[in-house]
């Protein structure tokens, strides 16, 4: 589209009147003037917040993907500890099987399995848990376990717990999580599944008894979702049927 | 001096005088909450000085328009929005910062320091004042948290600026030092508690020095009347 010169000459004339009008009506004494009517006060209140959700609004839209790659990035990262690199070449993120959990009390009432396969058999899966009763809230843990039902790893990945006390549970502060490994429900009488305080088989930390008592439950809980959809789970040709469904 | 003495009075108060956790005694549900160690009360201090320069300046720019009835809700409108905004950006583009800091970003917008600035600075000042007021009073809250922060965490574990090249980058792993090797722990003081006992000592020591330039103003005002005359 061409404009000819005496239409541009015209909309720069109004251009120059609109933005006169601005300045005069942006001039402090003309706002003082304006500022005790109300429709005045209800305009401005919803002008910013109209720019306020505007401003949001784009801003979350152009994040939303990098956000996502970012949290991709830190759950691979996590899976990466639980799950021994070779035990699997597919991108378990993308291998995915959601199983009901509501009855096994571990945060959630559907639990999302990533499933780690090697040339095209599943070779170990994992999955995110919360011991949902922990001594101040709840502990978010991510456990790896293999086709025969053998904890390969757990970590915790988010807490509350009482800082110098509780804090055992994470792998940076002791390696109290790294006795689970080659746990399973097989080798481990289901009374063994506690802290040694209660006849167990685990270690409490001094001054802290709570923490890892409840950590230990919820692992022995997430082993019995395991269980109960093995076959499921380590079946690939039951995944397809379920996701033909 | 090359700054003009209202920005030498805007500083002053900011950093010490009118200081937002020692004059004002504001801000301290984040103060107490974040300063467990030195770099979470850098971290704490870092964002909430980006937050509270942006809404100065915002809220001075848009002072004339402002009705003195609303000017609470846009207020709250406007600082809760650059908290969001900081919140996302830093989610996407400052991810591992993110991931110490992110449970405090949120934690900025019921900090009352903000909305306090609001109301008693930038609503009244040219937009220089008030971007300079938010720079002042955010770097002086940033010294109370990394001094509160830095006590804490020598005493609580016997190491300074742990984990400041999670927070910073490599290039500032050298902050990170062990100040008392082989240290049992003082469990007490990275507990609230701890906060408040340590927080404590801060303000006493704040006060007693004070007093000594108190003091050391009367003591000279009284030994050389002359001078004082011919100072006033």
């Known amino acids: 589209m061409k404009l000819d010169p005496a239409t541009i000459e015209r909309l720069k004339e109004k251009i120059a009147v609109y933005r006169e009008f601005l300045r005069n009506w942006l001039e402090p004494s003309n706002l003082a003037q304006l500022r005790p009517k109300l429709e005045f006060q209800t305009g401005v209140l919803a002008g910013f917040a109209l720019i306020a959700s505007v401003l949001l609004g784009v801003t979350n839209c152009s994040t939303e993907g990098t956000i996502q790659r970012r949290l991709d990035e830190d759950l691979k990262k996590s899976l990466e500890e639980v799950v021994p690199a070779a035990l699997y070449d597919n991108d378990m993120l993308q291998d995915t099987l959601n199983i009901p959990s509501a009855e096994y009390n571990i945060g959630a009432n559907e639990t999302t399995v990533y499933i780690a396969k090697k040339s095209g058999s599943v070779s170990a899966v994992c999955f995110k848990f919360t011991a949902p009763d922990g001594y101040s809230g709840a502990i978010n843990m991510i456990m790896g376990i293999d086709r025969d039902g053998n904890i390969l790893g757990v970590r915790v990945l988010s807490h509350k717990e009482t800082p110098g006390l509780g804090d055992k549970i994470e792998a940076a502060k002791s390696d109290w999580i790294l006795k689970f490994v080659g746990r399973s429900l097989d080798n481990l009488a289901p009374a063994k599944w506690t802290v040694k305080k209660d006849g167990g088989e685990f270690d409490q930390f001094a001054g802290a008894t709570i923490t890892p008592r409840k950590s230990v439950q919820a692992i022995y809980r997430g082993l019995q979702l395991f269980k109960a959809h093995q076959d499921q789970l380590i079946n690939p040709a039951l995944h397809l049927s379920r996701d033909n469904e | ?232």
């Open chain 2, 1 to 232: 001096m090359f700054i003009s003495k209202t920005y030498r009075k805007i500083a002053a108060d900011g950093i010490w005088n009118n200081n937002i956790v020692f004059g004002q005694n504001l801000a301290l549900c984040p103060l107490l909450a974040v300063t467990g160690t030195a770099t979470n009360g850098l971290g704490m201090g870092l964002a909430t000085l980006v937050v509270i320069i942006a809404s100065n300046g915002l809220i001075s720019v848009a002072r004339h328009l402002i009705p003195g009835e609303i000017r609470i809700p846009i207020f709250v409108l406007l600082i809760a929005a650059l908290v969001t905004l900081v919140d996302i950006l830093m989610n996407a583009w400052a991810h591992e910062l993110y991931k110490v800091l992110g449970l405090f970003i949120a934690l900025i917008v019921t900090n009352c320091a903000l909305l306090g600035r609001a109301e008693a600075f930038a609503s009244k000042q040219p937009v220089k004042h008030a971007l300079w007021d938010g720079l002042m009073m955010g770097l002086g809250f940033l010294i109370v948290l990394v001094a509160l922060g830095a006590a804490r965490e020598i005493s609580a574990s016997g190491t300074l600026f742990a984990n400041a090249s999670v927070l910073l980058g490599e290039s500032f792993r050298f902050l990170e030092v062990t100040v008392i090797p082989n240290y049992k722990g003082f469990l007490l003081m990275a507990l609230p508690p701890g906060g408040f006992i340590m927080l404590a000592f801060l303000i006493v020591g704040k006060r007693l020095i004070d007093q000594k330039i108190a003091e050391r103003k009367v003591s000279v005002t009284l030994l050389s009347p002359v001078i004082a005359e011919e100072e006033s």
